[in-house]
């Protein structure tokens, strides 16, 4: 089976832009979460989207949001982008495995804003 | 905030194993610990997992403290291949989200 997919790979955006990444999660998962990682730092939780509906959110600005659409595929989109927004964006698709949830990640996505 | 403390760094030689530790000493009843590594550029990829009793499965093995306050992750024979950055997570079994620490740097030596 084909794992969690991000696309682009790479992206080189100007400060001010707008950025849409997206993320196929793994067939049969229902359940996707985005995960900022800046050099150094251990990724962090933007959002988790599940069945469409947004389920968490972190503590990041309004300049970003997110959505799921019927297929469980997920977008985000940056607006009006920062330097500090250059990061590895990861995307996670979840299962239920008896009580427990198991989060599978991509390879992510590497935006870099100049 | 993550809820576990790890050492930032560790070195161990190929083909040894390689113990890692993580303290939890505010972890809950129903409160979980996981592990992931992150090899280089690449996503997370989940170890293992466990609430109270030890652990093994084909990549490691996770030993938790009686009192759960502490846990060791084992890479019975580390390989170059095993270097990357350890995280152990502390999490309710139904929560989704995944809180980040820094983790460990596992350096393999030949």
């Known amino acids: 089976d084909a794992g969690v997919t991000q696309s682009p790979t790479h992206l080189i955006k100007t400060r001010g832009q707008q950025v849409t990444l997206r993320c196929s999660p793994i067939?049969?998962?229902?359940?996707v979460s985005w995960y900022q990682q800046v050099l150094g730092q251990g990724p962090q939780f933007i959002f988790q989207?599940?069945?469409?509906?947004?389920?968490g959110r972190g503590n990041f600005p309004d300049r970003f949001s997110a959505r799921q659409f019927p297929n469980y595929s997920s977008e985000l989109n940056v607006n009006a982008l920062l330097l500090g927004d250059s990061a590895l964006y990861l995307c996670?698709?979840?299962?239920?495995?008896?009580?427990?949830?198991?989060?599978?990640f991509g390879p992510g996505t590497r935006l870099t804003v100049t | 905030d993550a809820k576990t403390t790890q050492p930032p760094s560790m070195d161990c030689a190929e083909g040894r194993a390689a113990n890692l530790p993580c303290n939890h000493s505010?972890?809950?009843?129903?409160?979980?610990v996981y592990w992931y590594r992150q090899i280089h550029s690449q996503g997370p990829q989940y170890i293992i997992h466990?609430?109270?009793n030890n652990e093994t499965n084909e990549m490691a093995s996770l030993i938790i403290t009686e009192d759960r306050k502490s846990s060791t992750l084992i890479l019975p024979h580390a390989t170059l291949r095993d270097t990357a950055v350890y995280y152990c997570?502390?999490?309710?079994?139904?929560?989704?989200?995944?809180?980040f620490g820094k983790g460990t740097r596992l350096h393999i030596l030949p």
């Open positions: 996670a698709s979840t299962v239920r495995t008896g009580e427990a949830y198991e989060q599978y």
């Open positions: 466990g609430l109270k």
């Open positions: 067939s049969g998962h229902k359940s």
């Open positions: 505010t972890i809950s009843g129903n409160e979980y």
């Open positions: 989207y599940y069945e469409k509906e947004e389920r």
């Open positions: 997570i502390v999490r309710h079994f139904r929560d989704d989200k995944i809180i």
